[in-house]
């Protein structure tokens, strides 16, 4: 088996570390228990966690010590001979957090049967050591006008869209209840998969769906904390080279309580492209509307077979949102009996979006049980299923502008995805404890055409094709040169695909685009897709409180990926396609394996706390280089450098990628000033390796006859060097300040690639090498201010989060020259046979901000002003306004009127600001709680401009001279699927029912 030395590496880093410690995300509950009386020592009391059999016993000093607590809020109960029975309520119990809680005692002797207090709640949390941002179970629990845990993140003082501290998406992890849930291969940024295949491209295929990092999306009631981890991550996480979004699920305990949450608004979505509501010019304007109708005349004297196949009239207009989007989500959890609890989440949200013909629907699934064999063995089983329609049978649909008159001829997709996890924890002391853990994290994602053509005569004219039809499986072609034919042919044989996407094949030039090379009317070229991804994990950890001021951490793991693509399109000339295969074939099937071990100390002494620790990973890509850059590919069949179609030549490839070693040290030091004030710093260095779409497109394939592009499978992992300075502060009871300033330093920030010209005796003769180098810093001051139920003349409680962030993100620019990226060979030279990848990092280039263009979801990143907060007001009558809100100042452009090498000036587009709004009312009853609601969206109705045309220089000067986003063609729609503007305003209406 290819990973069977692998397991053997395993075991033999575990018995080295199996001296050391871990458990990640957990925290402690510490403290003294006295006679209240005396104040002395209590010995031998006994502390448990109600609901649980998680406990320990106060010492010959009393103290006391409960490790491996997972995030939640508790009761803790304190009891021993002669005393009355106290019970500490609502202890608050966080990620890496140490709650310090003394109790005390009073004698049986003065007639008290139980002593109940609620625990008091400190907002600044003296035991981190580096910035964390904890979003709780009040939030999450859909009690705010959000639609995703996204949006809540956007909210915090570190994240803007998604990114942390000015880094690009990839460069973030998430985690679930220590599970790497990280789309691996997605994660990235433009279409969601950093893919440069002239398949994508020319076939116009973009899936910004894709691009949101993770293969799930968590139901947010069956979360009960979420953290962002923005400095310095303590050593047991793994390697994030921007930072970690650390996620907890909530488990079942005590009573039974459940949850019903319903929310449906939007509809009339129409307005947001063509009426009131919306910032932007029409989708079907009438001077291209007259000319495709008039085209559609034409060709019923020249063409009528052709004519039939304009399907598009001013009475179709593909359902622009029309229908409203309705999400639903079930939360349910309690103890099935003492020792074993359940907690269960269901959702289904479905949704029209905002342009024609589109429709998203997703079914999620989430469950986490946790079974206590004794009080020293323990079983936690996570379960998180996605269905994006693969399993219970739709197809999800999106807009395309170059085919909005022929919106059949854009691909669909489905997938789904699948967590699966055990946990054992085992106590060997109170004080120490190991864990094992298996996980398995799956993503299944396919997109092109179904086959559901209704072909009357059997002549390969289809009559009808049902895009709806979600039941209907893939259309799969290749090898079947028969079903070839019948599907795919030159442009006025009648066939549904045309055999050749070059841009102006198939194409009316007339009926611009955001492309400006026109409009797909009747023929789209041929696509389909098939990725599947999959990775177990297997980890070890083990802590030790070796004493009072050490704990001890360390562990190991190793995960093995599986990687299946099958990729198959028309390209751009016929005779380049294989005869004997009919399309273009993409294809590869890889098994990187990543391993990793680490140790750590966390020093509490008289306040200070430090986290002391390292990491060492290694990844190995599954993956071989060319043999010779000069000789980049082979005609299997025949061992031919030359002769052959060229979309059957694949790489010509050598030795394989050797296994890379990567250092990460970590430190973390957190210092009291005052009982209510401390002050931190951290310092990190961190290496991730690139996602799999950087390294493995184009691996086996010629993925573009004409101009190949290639990935160096040898490839620099991201790294970054990060340094943080903070200080929190609880100047008020229930209100506190947080504040830091941080610094980044990221290496192998940016993509190049070399031209390799002129191969003589090589069928593609020019192709492209893309690898990442060059180096880029962001850094920036942050500013929170936390308020915990501060009260108000008793008319109205304040509860959340108000946050101000200033940054500056630089990257490198200036174009190629004077350095050199062509190289030619007139002869093929088995002895050259490497590039000088190393001189890109001394490329003479000059770091300028990071600026927006041409996409929402990969630019305009840098915003030199940010506020976000989350803020609810609780008032009598159990009335409810709860408030979330960003600001950014504008994504930074290039001005085209001058040579910006020497200006180095970007110019400032408009600000971005969007306040959202829900008004509740609750009713108890019964010992039940019924709400409805209202939620708002963007309630101020503000023009959000996220991007702007780029395509041409008109486009840009457009931009720049008038504020108009539209570009030279006036579409308000990206290359990429996505809208200029942001959402207009939306009107939901909900309800809820908990007991």
């Avoid at 329609?389 to 197809?395: A, C, E, P, S, V």
């Avoid at 034919?485 to 007339?510: E, M, W």
């Avoid at 300028?848 to 263009?853: C, K, L, T």
Wanted: net charge neutral; proline share 4%.
């Amino acid at each position: 088996m290819k990973h069977s030395w692998c397991k053997v590496l395993l075991l033999l880093i575990l018995g080295i570390l199996s001296t050391l410690v871990a458990f990640a995300g957990n925290g402690k509950i510490t403290g003294v228990v006295k006679d209240a009386a005396t104040g002395e020592p209590v010995v031998g009391a006994n502390v448990v966690i109600e609901g649980t059999l998680m406990g320990a016993a106060a010492d010959e000093k009393g103290v006391y010590v409960i490790l491996a607590v997972s995030p939640g809020t508790y009761n803790v109960v304190a009891s021993a001979v002669g005393y009355a029975r106290a019970v500490v309520q609502g202890v608050q119990v966080r990620s890496d957090q140490t709650v310090s809680l003394d109790i005390s005692l009073r004698s049986e002797a003065i007639g008290l049967k139980e002593v109940v207090v609620e625990a008091e709640r400190k907002l600044v949390d003296k035991t981190l050591t580096s910035t964390r941002t904890v979003i709780s179970s009040g939030e999450l629990n859909n009690a705010l006008p959000v639609y995703s845990v996204q949006e809540l993140l956007n909210t915090t003082a570190s994240v803007f869209r998604g990114r942390i501290r000015g880094s690009q998406r990839e460069e973030t992890k998430t985690l679930l209840d220590g599970i790497d849930v990280t789309d691996q291969f997605r994660n990235t940024d433009y279409d969601g998969s950093g893919d440069l295949s002239a398949a994508k491209r020319y076939n116009r295929v973009t899936k910004p769906y894709e691009a949101n990092g993770t293969t799930v999306n968590l139901n947010t009631s069956g979360l009960s904390e979420l953290n962002v981890i923005a400095g310095a991550a303590n050593a047991e996480y793994v390697a994030a080279s921007a930072g970690i979004y650390n996620a907890s699920l909530r488990e079942g305990r005590g009573a039974w309580t459940g949850r019903l949450f319903y929310r449906m608004g939007g509809g009339g979505f129409d307005r947001f492209m063509k009426g009131v509501g919306y910032f932007g010019p029409a989708f079907y304007p009438a001077t291209d509307t007259a000319k495709y109708l008039g085209n559609k005349r034409s060709l019923l004297i020249s063409s009528p077979a052709k004519s039939a196949r304009y399907i598009w009239s001013p009475g179709k207009p593909y359902a622009i949102g029309e229908s409203p989007t309705v999400e639903g989500e079930l939360a349910l959890g309690g103890s099935v009996m003492e020792n074993f609890g359940l907690f269960l989440t269901g959702r289904l949200f479905d949704t029209h979006g905002f342009m024609p013909n589109e429709f998203s629907r997703e079914a999620n699934i989430s469950l986490k049980s946790n079974y206590d064999f004794t009080k020293s063995m323990k079983l936690a089983v996570t379960g998180v299923f996605q269905d994006r329609g693969q399993i219970f049978g739709w197809k999800n649909r999106q807009y395309n502008d170059a085919s909005r008159y022929f919106l059949e001829g854009v691909p669909v997709n489905d997938g789904y995805s699948l967590v699966a996890s055990a946990k054992f924890t085992h106590f060997l002391t109170p004080e120490t404890f190991y864990e094992l853990q298996v996980s398995s994290v799956s993503k299944s994602g396919r997109i092109g055409f179904l086959d559901s053509f209704t072909d009357s005569n059997n002549d390969g004219i289809p009559d009808k094709y049902d895009q709806t039809n979600g039941s209907a499986d893939f259309l799969v072609l290749g090898v079947d040169t028969a079903k070839v034919r019948r599907y795919i042919g030159a442009i006025g044989s009648g066939k549904f695909f045309n055999n050749n996407n070059d841009d102006t094949q198939g194409l009316d030039p007339t009926i611009t685009t955001i492309f400006g090379g026109g409009n797909v009317l009747a023929n789209p070229t041929y696509y389909h897709e098939n990725l599947q991804t999959s990775v177990t994990t297997l980890k070890a950890d083990f802590t030790s409180q070796v004493t009072a001021n050490h704990q001890l951490r360390g562990g190991a793991q190793l995960r093995m990926h599986s990687v299946k693509q099958d990729r198959r399109s028309t390209v751009i000339s016929p005779a380049d396609i294989d005869p004997s295969v009919g399309v273009l074939l993409e294809q590869y099937d890889k098994k990187p394996m990543e391993v990793g071990a680490y140790a750590q100390d966390r020093i509490e002494f008289a306040g200070l706390i430090m986290n002391i620790g390292a990491r060492i990973d290694g990844f190995d890509p599954d993956a071989s280089e060319f043999a010779n850059f000069y000789t980049p590919y082979v005609y299997a069949p025949t061992g031919s450098f030359n002769v052959g179609p060229r979309a059957a030549f694949s790489p010509y490839r050598g030795d394989k990628v050797a296994l890379k070693w990567f250092f990460s040290p970590r430190i973390g030091v957190s210092h009291p000033i005052t009982e209510n004030a401390t002050m931190y710093f951290s310092f990190s260095r961190t290496s991730q390796p690139l996602p799999f779409s950087q390294i493995y497109m184009g691996y086996n394939n010629v993925n573009n006859p004409s101009l190949p592009n290639q990935m160096r499978a040898d490839q620099d992992p991201y790294k970054s060097t990060n340094y943080e300075f903070g200080a929190s502060w609880e100047f008020i009871p229930r209100i506190s300040v947080n504040a830091n300033a941080y610094f980044r330093e990221v290496e192998n920030f940016a993509r190049y690639a070399y031209t390799l010209q002129g191969l003589q005796g090589q069928v593609v003769t020019t192709y492209n090498v893309f690898f990442n180098s060059g180096y880029a810093d962001a850094r920036g001051v942050e500013v929170t201010l936390n308020v915990g139920q501060y009260s108000v003349e008793d008319i109205v409680k304040i509860t959340g989060r108000v946050n101000y962030a200033w940054s500056v993100i630089k990257q490198p620019a200036g174009g190629p020259a004077p350095n050199k990226t062509a190289f030619a060979r007139g002869t093929v030279d088995s002895v050259f046979t490497q590039l000088p990848f190393g001189d890109a990092k001394s490329f003479k280039q000059y770091e300028i901000n990071v600026g927006g263009g041409a996409s929402v979801l990969g630019a305009g990143f840098d915003r030199t002003h940010r506020v976000g907060y989350a803020l609810s007001f609780q008032f009598p009558f159990d009335i409810n306004l709860n408030v979330v809100g960003t600001y950014a100042s504008g994504f930074l452009y290039t001005n085209p009127t001058v040579d910006n090498r020497t200006a180095r000036q970007l110019e400032t587009a408009p600000s971005n600001s969007m306040v959202d709004l829900r008004l509740e009312k609750a009713f108890a009853i019964a010992g039940k709680r019924i709400g409805i609601f209202m939620d708002v969206k963007n309630i101020f109705n503000k023009e959000n401009i996220l991007a702007y045309a780029t395509a041409t220089g008109a486009s840009q000067l457009k931009f720049h001279q008038t504020g108009d986003p539209t570009g030279e063609y006036n579409r308000a729609i990206l290359e990429e699927g996505t809208s200029v503007y942001d959402m207009p305003r939306q009107v939901y209406l909900g309800a809820y029912f908990e007991f």
